[in-house]
Protein backbone atom coordinates (compact mmCIF):
# COMPACT_ATOMS: atom_id res chain seq x y z
CA UNK A 1 0.00 0.00 0.00
CA UNK A 2 2.47 2.62 0.72
CA UNK A 3 4.81 1.79 -2.42
CA UNK A 4 1.35 2.86 -4.06
CA UNK A 5 1.39 6.58 -2.34
CA UNK A 6 3.70 8.12 -4.82
CA UNK A 7 2.40 5.96 -8.05
CA UNK A 8 -1.37 7.86 -7.07
CA UNK A 9 0.41 10.67 -6.60
CA UNK A 10 1.83 10.88 -9.99
CA UNK A 11 -1.34 9.52 -11.40
CA UNK A 12 -2.84 12.73 -10.05
CA UNK A 13 -0.17 14.66 -11.26
CA UNK A 14 -0.53 13.69 -15.28
CA UNK A 15 -4.03 14.20 -14.62
CA UNK A 16 -3.51 17.84 -13.69
CA UNK A 17 -0.96 17.97 -16.39
CA UNK A 18 -3.07 16.55 -18.93
CA UNK A 19 -6.04 18.83 -17.87
CA UNK A 20 -4.17 22.00 -17.33
CA UNK A 21 -4.37 22.32 -21.26
CA UNK A 22 -1.21 24.54 -21.35
CA UNK A 23 -1.97 26.16 -17.84
CA UNK A 24 1.71 25.14 -16.53
CA UNK A 25 1.26 27.24 -13.12
CA UNK A 26 -0.77 24.55 -11.74
CA UNK A 27 2.17 22.22 -12.85
CA UNK A 28 4.95 23.96 -10.91
CA UNK A 29 2.79 24.71 -8.07
CA UNK A 30 2.52 20.47 -8.09
CA UNK A 31 6.03 19.68 -8.73
CA UNK A 32 6.40 22.58 -5.35
CA UNK A 33 3.98 20.78 -2.92
CA UNK A 34 5.41 17.11 -4.04
CA UNK A 35 9.14 18.25 -3.38
CA UNK A 36 7.62 19.61 0.00
CA UNK A 37 7.03 16.52 0.71
CA UNK A 38 10.06 15.00 -0.22
CA UNK A 39 8.96 12.86 -3.36
CA UNK A 40 11.81 14.22 -5.77
CA UNK A 41 11.19 11.22 -8.08
CA UNK A 42 7.23 12.05 -8.46
CA UNK A 43 8.08 15.66 -8.82
CA UNK A 44 10.64 15.46 -11.65
CA UNK A 45 8.08 13.43 -13.64
CA UNK A 46 5.62 16.11 -13.61
CA UNK A 47 8.77 18.50 -14.57
CA UNK A 48 9.94 16.66 -17.22
CA UNK A 49 6.30 17.69 -18.83
CA UNK A 50 6.61 20.87 -18.53
CA UNK A 51 7.44 22.97 -21.87
CA UNK A 52 9.87 25.87 -20.45
CA UNK A 53 9.40 27.93 -23.86
CA UNK A 54 5.71 27.77 -23.25
CA UNK A 55 5.74 29.19 -19.97
CA UNK A 56 4.25 32.89 -19.91
CA UNK A 57 5.76 36.08 -18.35
CA UNK A 58 8.76 35.78 -15.98
CA UNK A 59 7.37 34.99 -12.56
CA UNK A 60 6.42 31.96 -14.19
CA UNK A 61 10.06 31.33 -15.77
CA UNK A 62 11.49 32.01 -12.52
CA UNK A 63 9.58 29.94 -10.58
CA UNK A 64 10.38 26.96 -12.90
CA UNK A 65 14.26 27.68 -12.47
CA UNK A 66 14.25 27.83 -8.48
CA UNK A 67 12.39 24.57 -8.89
CA UNK A 68 15.37 23.22 -11.07
CA UNK A 69 17.45 24.17 -9.18
CA UNK A 70 15.70 22.57 -6.16
CA UNK A 71 15.40 19.21 -8.28
CA UNK A 72 18.92 19.20 -9.09
CA UNK A 73 20.50 18.35 -5.64
CA UNK A 74 17.96 15.24 -5.50
CA UNK A 75 18.18 13.65 -9.34
CA UNK A 76 20.91 12.08 -10.60
CA UNK A 77 23.20 15.15 -12.41
CA UNK A 78 22.71 12.46 -16.11
CA UNK A 79 19.41 13.26 -15.81
CA UNK A 80 19.47 17.09 -16.73
CA UNK A 81 20.73 18.40 -19.80
CA UNK A 82 20.75 22.69 -18.52
CA UNK A 83 20.93 24.97 -21.62
CA UNK A 84 23.42 27.16 -19.36
CA UNK A 85 25.71 26.94 -16.59
CA UNK A 86 23.69 25.88 -13.00
CA UNK A 87 25.54 28.88 -11.22
CA UNK A 88 23.84 31.33 -13.78
CA UNK A 89 20.35 29.64 -13.46
CA UNK A 90 21.14 30.12 -9.53
CA UNK A 91 22.29 33.95 -9.80
CA UNK A 92 19.58 35.14 -12.27
CA UNK A 93 16.94 33.33 -9.37
CA UNK A 94 18.89 35.49 -6.63
CA UNK A 95 18.78 38.42 -8.69
CA UNK A 96 15.27 37.94 -9.58
CA UNK A 97 13.71 37.36 -6.12
CA UNK A 98 15.65 40.07 -5.04
CA UNK A 99 13.47 42.50 -6.76
CA UNK A 100 10.35 40.62 -6.55
CA UNK A 101 9.35 40.94 -2.76
CA UNK A 102 9.09 37.29 -2.68
CA UNK A 103 10.83 36.38 0.53
CA UNK A 104 10.09 32.84 0.39
CA UNK A 105 11.82 32.14 -3.20
CA UNK A 106 14.40 34.23 -2.39
CA UNK A 107 15.06 32.11 0.83
CA UNK A 108 14.80 29.31 -1.53
CA UNK A 109 17.38 30.43 -4.50
CA UNK A 110 20.46 31.36 -1.77
CA UNK A 111 19.54 27.86 0.38
CA UNK A 112 19.99 26.29 -3.15
CA UNK A 113 23.03 28.19 -4.37
CA UNK A 114 24.48 27.16 -0.92
CA UNK A 115 23.62 23.59 -0.53
CA UNK A 116 25.12 23.26 -4.12
CA UNK A 117 28.37 24.40 -3.24
CA UNK A 118 27.90 22.58 -0.36
CA UNK A 119 27.25 18.99 -1.87
CA UNK A 120 28.68 19.07 -5.32
CA UNK A 121 31.25 21.38 -5.15
CA UNK A 122 32.41 21.03 -1.43
CA UNK A 123 33.24 25.32 -1.19
CA UNK A 124 32.34 25.49 2.44
CA UNK A 125 33.12 28.76 2.91
CA UNK A 126 31.05 29.81 -0.34
CA UNK A 127 28.21 27.67 0.77
CA UNK A 128 28.64 29.31 4.22
CA UNK A 129 28.02 32.82 2.54
CA UNK A 130 24.27 31.77 0.61
CA UNK A 131 23.58 29.44 3.67
CA UNK A 132 23.40 32.61 6.19
CA UNK A 133 21.79 34.64 3.79
CA UNK A 134 19.13 32.48 3.55
CA UNK A 135 18.83 31.82 7.46
CA UNK A 136 18.70 35.21 7.45
CA UNK A 137 15.73 35.87 5.28
CA UNK A 138 13.61 32.52 6.49
CA UNK A 139 11.81 34.38 9.04
CA UNK A 140 9.54 36.39 5.94
CA UNK A 141 9.18 33.05 4.29
CA UNK A 142 7.37 31.79 7.01
CA UNK A 143 7.78 28.40 5.80
CA UNK A 144 8.64 25.26 8.44
CA UNK A 145 9.26 22.93 5.04
CA UNK A 146 12.34 25.72 4.30
CA UNK A 147 13.24 25.97 7.64
CA UNK A 148 14.14 22.09 7.78
CA UNK A 149 16.20 22.81 4.42
CA UNK A 150 18.49 25.28 5.41
CA UNK A 151 18.80 24.29 9.43
CA UNK A 152 19.74 20.86 8.08
CA UNK A 153 22.10 22.60 5.49
CA UNK A 154 23.44 24.29 8.11
CA UNK A 155 24.17 21.79 10.33
CA UNK A 156 25.73 19.51 7.59
CA UNK A 157 28.10 22.52 6.56
CA UNK A 158 29.35 23.02 10.55
CA UNK A 159 30.01 19.03 11.03
CA UNK A 160 32.51 19.32 7.59
CA UNK A 161 34.19 22.63 8.65
CA UNK A 162 34.40 20.97 12.26
CA UNK A 163 31.94 23.13 14.68
CA UNK A 164 30.21 20.44 16.03
CA UNK A 165 28.60 22.49 18.57
CA UNK A 166 27.09 24.31 16.01
CA UNK A 167 26.55 21.47 14.27
CA UNK A 168 24.11 19.82 17.02
CA UNK A 169 22.80 23.37 17.41
CA UNK A 170 21.49 23.00 13.78
CA UNK A 171 20.36 19.55 14.27
CA UNK A 172 18.24 20.46 17.07
CA UNK A 173 16.40 23.07 15.11
CA UNK A 174 16.39 20.52 12.20
CA UNK A 175 14.30 17.90 13.92
CA UNK A 176 12.32 20.20 15.85
CA UNK A 177 11.28 21.81 11.97
CA UNK A 178 10.54 17.85 10.96
CA UNK A 179 8.57 17.08 14.01
CA UNK A 180 6.39 20.99 13.45
CA UNK A 181 5.81 19.43 10.09
CA UNK A 182 4.77 16.21 10.94
CA UNK A 183 7.15 14.84 7.93
CA UNK A 184 8.13 11.22 9.00
CA UNK A 185 10.99 11.85 6.30
CA UNK A 186 12.48 14.39 8.16
CA UNK A 187 12.01 13.17 11.22
CA UNK A 188 14.28 9.94 10.37
CA UNK A 189 17.14 12.21 8.64
CA UNK A 190 17.18 14.87 11.11
CA UNK A 191 17.98 11.74 13.94
CA UNK A 192 20.27 10.62 11.85
CA UNK A 193 22.30 14.07 12.15
CA UNK A 194 21.81 13.95 16.20
CA UNK A 195 23.04 9.74 16.05
CA UNK A 196 26.67 11.08 13.67
CA UNK A 197 26.85 13.79 16.38
CA UNK A 198 26.81 12.08 19.34
CA UNK A 199 28.54 9.35 18.67
CA UNK A 200 31.69 11.38 17.43
CA UNK A 201 31.26 13.01 21.30
CA UNK A 202 30.74 9.76 22.54
CA UNK A 203 27.93 9.91 24.18
CA UNK A 204 25.98 6.50 23.78
CA UNK A 205 23.22 7.40 25.80
CA UNK A 206 22.41 10.07 23.45
CA UNK A 207 22.90 7.52 20.51
CA UNK A 208 20.89 5.07 21.66
CA UNK A 209 18.00 7.84 21.83
CA UNK A 210 17.86 9.24 18.74
CA UNK A 211 19.38 5.93 16.37
CA UNK A 212 16.10 4.02 18.53
CA UNK A 213 13.99 6.80 17.61
CA UNK A 214 15.40 6.70 13.60
CA UNK A 215 14.73 2.68 13.67
CA UNK A 216 11.24 3.26 14.78
CA UNK A 217 10.57 5.62 11.46
CA UNK A 218 12.94 2.95 9.38
CA UNK A 219 9.94 2.38 7.10
CA UNK A 220 8.76 5.73 6.62
CA UNK A 221 12.03 6.32 4.94
CA UNK A 222 13.16 5.82 0.86
CA UNK A 223 16.27 3.39 0.41
CA UNK A 224 19.07 6.27 0.64
CA UNK A 225 18.15 7.42 3.79
CA UNK A 226 17.28 3.72 5.23
CA UNK A 227 20.89 2.87 4.37
CA UNK A 228 22.38 6.18 6.32
CA UNK A 229 19.88 5.29 9.05
CA UNK A 230 21.00 1.35 9.05
CA UNK A 231 25.15 2.15 8.80
CA UNK A 232 24.86 4.73 11.55
CA UNK A 233 23.36 1.67 13.98
CA UNK A 234 26.64 0.20 12.65
CA UNK A 235 28.94 2.62 13.63
CA UNK A 236 26.92 2.22 17.45
CA UNK A 237 27.88 -1.25 17.60
CA UNK A 238 31.30 -0.93 15.86
CA UNK A 239 32.07 1.85 18.48
CA UNK A 240 31.06 -0.91 21.14
CA UNK A 241 33.56 -3.26 19.68
CA UNK A 242 30.28 -5.20 18.56
CA UNK A 243 32.03 -5.94 15.44
CA UNK A 244 29.11 -8.87 14.15
CA UNK A 245 26.50 -6.75 14.61
CA UNK A 246 28.34 -3.97 12.92
CA UNK A 247 28.81 -5.86 9.99
CA UNK A 248 25.18 -7.50 9.88
CA UNK A 249 24.08 -3.49 10.23
CA UNK A 250 26.55 -2.63 7.77
CA UNK A 251 25.39 -4.96 4.76
CA UNK A 252 21.76 -3.98 4.95
CA UNK A 253 22.70 -0.46 4.79
CA UNK A 254 24.59 -1.36 1.13
CA UNK A 255 21.65 -3.66 0.57
CA UNK A 256 19.41 -0.13 0.54
CA UNK A 257 21.92 2.14 -1.18
CA UNK A 258 25.38 1.45 -1.46
CA UNK A 259 27.53 4.26 -0.32
CA UNK A 260 31.32 4.93 -0.37
CA UNK A 261 31.88 5.61 3.15
CA UNK A 262 29.82 2.71 4.00
CA UNK A 263 32.44 0.43 2.04
CA UNK A 264 35.32 1.57 3.96
CA UNK A 265 33.18 0.83 7.70
CA UNK A 266 32.24 -2.45 6.27
CA UNK A 267 36.15 -2.92 4.94
CA UNK A 268 37.15 -1.85 8.74
CA UNK A 269 35.09 -4.25 10.27
CA UNK A 270 36.30 -7.28 8.18
CA UNK A 271 40.14 -6.09 8.24
CA UNK A 272 39.58 -6.55 12.02
CA UNK A 273 38.35 -9.73 11.92
CA UNK A 274 40.82 -10.78 9.54
CA UNK A 275 38.96 -11.25 6.23
CA UNK A 276 41.85 -9.02 4.58
CA UNK A 277 41.33 -9.59 1.23
CA UNK A 278 37.56 -8.79 1.73
CA UNK A 279 38.23 -5.91 3.25
CA UNK A 280 40.74 -4.79 0.50
CA UNK A 281 37.81 -5.22 -2.37
CA UNK A 282 35.33 -3.16 -0.31
CA UNK A 283 38.13 -0.64 0.03
CA UNK A 284 38.84 -0.63 -3.69
CA UNK A 285 34.50 0.04 -4.06
CA UNK A 286 35.09 2.82 -1.43
CA UNK A 287 37.53 4.47 -3.63
CA UNK A 288 35.51 4.45 -6.92
CA UNK A 289 33.96 8.03 -5.83
CA UNK A 290 34.99 11.37 -7.17
CA UNK A 291 34.66 13.11 -3.93
CA UNK A 292 38.14 13.41 -2.34
CA UNK A 293 36.67 13.58 1.29
CA UNK A 294 35.50 10.14 0.82
CA UNK A 295 38.95 8.91 -0.40
CA UNK A 296 40.24 10.67 2.04
CA UNK A 297 38.67 9.26 4.82
CA UNK A 298 38.63 5.56 2.92
CA UNK A 299 42.98 6.22 3.04
CA UNK A 300 42.58 6.97 6.55
CA UNK A 301 40.89 3.86 7.46
CA UNK A 302 43.22 1.52 5.33
CA UNK A 303 46.64 3.09 7.67
CA UNK A 304 44.77 2.63 10.90
CA UNK A 305 43.59 -0.95 9.84
CA UNK A 306 47.15 -2.11 8.01
CA UNK A 307 49.40 -0.83 10.49
CA UNK A 308 47.10 -2.80 13.28
CA UNK A 309 47.41 -5.46 11.50
CA UNK A 310 51.10 -4.93 10.84
CA UNK A 311 50.79 -4.81 7.16
CA UNK A 312 53.23 -2.02 6.75
CA UNK A 313 54.07 -1.93 3.02
CA UNK A 314 50.04 -1.73 3.04
CA UNK A 315 50.35 1.06 5.17
CA UNK A 316 53.17 3.27 3.54
CA UNK A 317 51.27 2.82 -0.05
CA UNK A 318 48.25 3.96 1.73
CA UNK A 319 49.61 6.96 3.48
CA UNK A 320 51.77 8.14 0.38
CA UNK A 321 48.49 7.74 -1.16
CA UNK A 322 46.83 9.99 1.64
CA UNK A 323 49.26 12.49 1.72
CA UNK A 324 48.65 12.92 -2.27
CA UNK A 325 45.12 13.30 -1.29
CA UNK A 326 45.38 15.70 1.59
CA UNK A 327 47.45 18.13 -0.96
CA UNK A 328 44.67 17.89 -3.49
CA UNK A 329 42.19 18.79 -0.83
CA UNK A 330 44.12 21.27 0.72
CA UNK A 331 44.51 23.20 -2.62
CA UNK A 332 40.65 22.69 -3.54
CA UNK A 333 40.67 24.39 0.25
CA UNK A 334 42.84 27.25 -0.15
CA UNK A 335 41.48 28.05 -4.22
CA UNK A 336 38.21 28.41 -2.52
CA UNK A 337 39.80 30.31 0.85
CA UNK A 338 41.35 32.67 -2.16
CA UNK A 339 37.98 33.25 -3.78
CA UNK A 340 36.35 34.12 -0.34
CA UNK A 341 38.75 36.43 0.38
CA UNK A 342 37.97 38.42 -2.49
CA UNK A 343 34.47 38.23 -2.10
CA UNK A 344 35.13 39.48 1.51
CA UNK A 345 37.15 42.53 -0.23
CA UNK A 346 34.55 43.46 -2.39
CA UNK A 347 31.78 43.40 -0.16
CA UNK A 348 34.01 45.44 2.47
CA UNK A 349 34.59 47.51 -0.70
CA UNK A 350 30.66 48.37 -0.91
CA UNK A 351 30.23 48.56 2.49
CA UNK A 352 32.57 51.40 2.85
CA UNK A 353 30.79 52.79 0.09
CA UNK A 354 27.26 52.64 1.60
CA UNK A 355 29.01 54.05 5.09
CA UNK A 356 30.18 57.09 3.48
CA UNK A 357 27.14 57.89 1.76
CA UNK A 358 25.20 56.87 4.62
CA UNK A 359 27.34 59.31 6.51
CA UNK A 360 27.37 61.97 4.41
CA UNK A 361 23.60 61.27 3.89
CA UNK A 362 23.27 62.20 7.68
CA UNK A 363 25.61 65.23 7.81
CA UNK A 364 22.98 66.69 5.26
CA UNK A 365 20.06 66.12 7.19
CA UNK A 366 22.24 67.01 10.25
CA UNK A 367 22.76 70.76 8.61
CA UNK A 368 19.10 70.77 7.20
CA UNK A 369 17.63 70.01 10.91
CA UNK A 370 20.00 72.84 12.25
CA UNK A 371 19.13 75.34 9.20
CA UNK A 372 15.55 74.56 10.22
CA UNK A 373 15.64 74.87 13.70
CA UNK A 374 17.84 78.09 13.59
CA UNK A 375 15.09 80.06 11.01
CA UNK A 376 12.61 78.47 13.81
CA UNK A 377 14.19 79.89 16.74
CA UNK A 378 14.81 83.23 14.67
CA UNK A 379 11.32 83.97 13.81
CA UNK A 380 10.09 82.54 17.38
CA UNK A 381 12.54 84.96 18.67
CA UNK A 382 11.56 88.27 16.42
CA UNK A 383 7.95 87.57 17.19
CA UNK A 384 8.36 87.78 20.85
CA UNK A 385 10.60 90.50 20.61
CA UNK A 386 7.85 92.29 18.51
CA UNK A 387 5.39 91.69 21.40
CA UNK A 388 7.33 92.82 23.84
CA UNK A 389 8.04 95.97 22.45
CA UNK A 390 4.69 96.43 22.04
CA UNK A 391 3.66 95.86 24.87
CA UNK A 392 6.46 98.40 26.25
CA UNK A 393 5.22 101.23 23.36
CA UNK A 394 2.04 100.39 25.05
CA UNK A 395 2.79 100.68 29.07
CA UNK A 396 5.13 104.62 28.09
CA UNK A 397 1.74 105.38 26.53
CA UNK A 398 -0.82 104.68 29.67
CA UNK A 399 2.35 106.20 31.58
CA UNK A 400 2.56 109.50 28.93
CA UNK A 401 -1.67 109.65 29.69
CA UNK A 402 -1.80 109.44 33.14
CA UNK A 403 1.28 112.28 33.29
CA UNK A 404 -0.65 114.75 31.31
CA UNK A 405 -3.87 113.92 32.98
CA UNK A 406 -1.79 115.09 36.02
CA UNK A 407 -0.56 118.56 34.28
CA UNK A 408 -4.17 118.96 33.61
CA UNK A 409 -5.47 118.46 37.04
CA UNK A 410 -2.72 120.47 38.37
CA UNK A 411 -3.78 124.04 37.75
CA UNK A 412 -0.70 125.20 36.44
CA UNK A 413 0.31 125.96 32.89
CA UNK A 414 1.68 122.82 31.88
CA UNK A 415 0.74 123.15 27.71
CA UNK A 416 4.41 122.79 26.63
CA UNK A 417 4.87 119.69 28.91
CA UNK A 418 1.44 118.44 27.58
CA UNK A 419 2.27 118.93 23.78
CA UNK A 420 5.50 117.33 24.56
CA UNK A 421 4.06 114.12 25.88
CA UNK A 422 1.44 113.82 23.48
CA UNK A 423 3.91 114.13 20.60
CA UNK A 424 5.27 111.23 22.02
CA UNK A 425 2.17 109.29 22.48
CA UNK A 426 1.26 109.85 18.84
CA UNK A 427 4.69 108.83 17.97
CA UNK A 428 4.44 105.42 19.70
CA UNK A 429 0.22 105.47 18.25
CA UNK A 430 1.79 105.64 14.69
CA UNK A 431 4.71 102.99 15.21
CA UNK A 432 1.97 100.30 16.23
CA UNK A 433 -0.51 101.18 14.13
CA UNK A 434 2.09 100.77 11.30
CA UNK A 435 2.82 97.08 12.56
CA UNK A 436 -0.44 96.47 13.50
CA UNK A 437 -2.41 98.08 10.94
CA UNK A 438 -4.12 94.18 9.95
CA UNK A 439 -4.95 93.68 13.71
CA UNK A 440 -6.53 96.76 13.80
CA UNK A 441 -8.89 96.10 10.56
CA UNK A 442 -9.94 93.18 12.19
CA UNK A 443 -10.69 94.93 15.56
CA UNK A 444 -12.40 97.58 13.16
CA UNK A 445 -14.57 95.56 11.40
CA UNK A 446 -15.70 93.55 15.27
CA UNK A 447 -16.55 96.94 16.41
CA UNK A 448 -18.56 97.34 13.31
CA UNK A 449 -20.80 94.05 14.22
CA UNK A 450 -19.32 91.88 11.25
CA UNK A 451 -18.83 88.27 12.23
CA UNK A 452 -15.32 86.38 12.49
CA UNK A 453 -16.45 83.08 11.41
CA UNK A 454 -14.12 82.65 8.30
CA UNK A 455 -11.22 83.83 10.30
CA UNK A 456 -8.03 81.45 10.29
CA UNK A 457 -5.87 81.64 13.58
CA UNK A 458 -3.48 84.01 12.10
CA UNK A 459 -6.46 86.25 12.09
CA UNK A 460 -6.93 85.80 15.79
CA UNK A 461 -3.43 86.08 16.36
CA UNK A 462 -3.49 89.82 14.61
CA UNK A 463 -6.47 90.93 16.49
CA UNK A 464 -5.09 89.56 19.95
CA UNK A 465 -2.11 91.33 19.60
CA UNK A 466 -3.70 94.45 18.96
CA UNK A 467 -6.36 94.09 22.15
CA UNK A 468 -3.11 94.97 23.48
CA UNK A 469 -3.04 98.15 22.06
CA UNK A 470 -6.70 98.93 22.88
CA UNK A 471 -6.41 97.46 26.75
CA UNK A 472 -3.15 96.53 27.90
CA UNK A 473 -4.40 95.76 31.47
CA UNK A 474 -7.23 93.42 30.86
CA UNK A 475 -4.86 91.87 28.14
CA UNK A 476 -2.04 91.26 30.79
CA UNK A 477 -4.76 90.06 33.44
CA UNK A 478 -5.88 87.26 31.32
CA UNK A 479 -2.45 86.29 31.08
CA UNK A 480 -2.11 85.51 34.88
CA UNK A 481 -5.85 84.91 35.83
CA UNK A 482 -5.81 81.79 33.56
CA UNK A 483 -4.05 78.72 32.26
CA UNK A 484 -3.45 77.08 28.58
CA UNK A 485 -5.56 80.17 26.95
CA UNK A 486 -6.17 79.34 23.15
CA UNK A 487 -6.11 81.80 20.72
CA UNK A 488 -9.78 80.92 20.24
CA UNK A 489 -10.58 81.36 24.31
CA UNK A 490 -8.76 84.90 24.44
CA UNK A 491 -10.69 86.43 21.29
CA UNK A 492 -13.90 85.02 23.55
CA UNK A 493 -12.61 86.96 26.91
CA UNK A 494 -11.78 89.76 24.27
CA UNK A 495 -15.43 90.02 22.96
CA UNK A 496 -16.67 89.90 26.26
CA UNK A 497 -14.70 92.36 27.71
CA UNK A 498 -15.55 95.25 24.44
CA UNK A 499 -19.33 94.35 26.23
CA UNK A 500 -20.45 92.20 23.35
CA UNK A 501 -23.94 90.77 24.22
CA UNK A 502 -24.69 87.21 23.87
CA UNK A 503 -26.63 87.55 20.95
CA UNK A 504 -24.00 89.62 19.46
CA UNK A 505 -21.48 86.59 20.14
CA UNK A 506 -22.93 83.72 19.15
CA UNK A 507 -23.39 85.69 15.79
CA UNK A 508 -19.70 86.93 15.58
CA UNK A 509 -18.79 83.23 16.85
CA UNK A 510 -20.95 81.18 14.65
CA UNK A 511 -22.20 78.86 17.59
CA UNK A 512 -25.67 78.49 19.45
CA UNK A 513 -26.53 79.73 23.01
CA UNK A 514 -25.67 76.35 24.12
CA UNK A 515 -21.68 76.56 22.92
CA UNK A 516 -21.83 79.62 24.65
CA UNK A 517 -22.30 78.37 27.55
CA UNK A 518 -20.06 75.56 27.54
CA UNK A 519 -17.49 77.63 26.28
CA UNK A 520 -17.87 80.00 29.47
CA UNK A 521 -18.12 77.21 31.82
CA UNK A 522 -14.60 75.92 30.79
CA UNK A 523 -13.07 79.10 30.95
CA UNK A 524 -14.05 78.88 34.81
CA UNK A 525 -12.57 75.75 35.15
CA UNK A 526 -9.37 76.97 33.28
CA UNK A 527 -8.98 80.53 35.55
CA UNK A 528 -6.57 80.02 37.80
CA UNK A 529 -6.90 83.32 39.91
CA UNK A 530 -10.17 83.91 42.15
CA UNK A 531 -12.54 86.10 40.41
CA UNK A 532 -13.16 89.67 41.00
CA UNK A 533 -15.73 90.31 43.72
CA UNK A 534 -19.12 91.28 42.48
CA UNK A 535 -20.30 95.03 43.07
CA UNK A 536 -22.43 95.71 45.77
Same mark, same amino acid.
Given at each position: ?????????? #???? +?????????? =????????????????????????????????????????????????????????? +???? +????????????????????????????????????????????????????????????????????????????????????????? $??????????????????????????????????????????????????????????????????????????????????????????????????????????? $????????????????????????????????????????????????? =????? #??????? $??????????? +??????????????????????????????????????????????????????????????????? $?????????????????????????????????????????????????????????????? #????????????? =?????????????????????????????????????????
Amino acid at each position: MKKLIPVILL #AVAA +LVVACSHGTH =QRQLVLVDSLMSQSLADSAYHVFKMIDHDALSGESQKMYHDVLLCELYLHIPRDSFH +LNEP +LDSIQNRCIDYYKHAGDPRNLTRAYLYKGKTLLELRHQHQQASQYLKLAEETLPRANDVHLSYQTNEALATLNYYSGNKDLALDYSYKT $LACAERSGNYHQMTYACNHMVVLYLEQKEPDSVRKYSNRSMSLLSKMPPKDRAYALSNLGQIYQSMEQGDSATIYYEKALAEFPMPFIYHYLASTHYSHGNRATADS $LWAKALQTTDLRYQVEAYKSMVVKKYEGKDFQGTADAAMRLLELKDSLV =QQMQT #AEVQEIQ $LKYDKEVERRK +LDRFMLWGLVFALALLAMIASAVIYHIRKTNRAKEKIMRDQVLINDYQRQIEQLEHSGKDASKDIKS $LQKKIDSLHAEQTEKLSEGRELYQRIVAGESAVTWSKDNLLKFIEYYKVVNLPFMMQIERDY #ARLSPGNRFFLIL =QDMGKSDDEMTYILGVSDGALRVTRSRLRQKRVAPPPPAAS
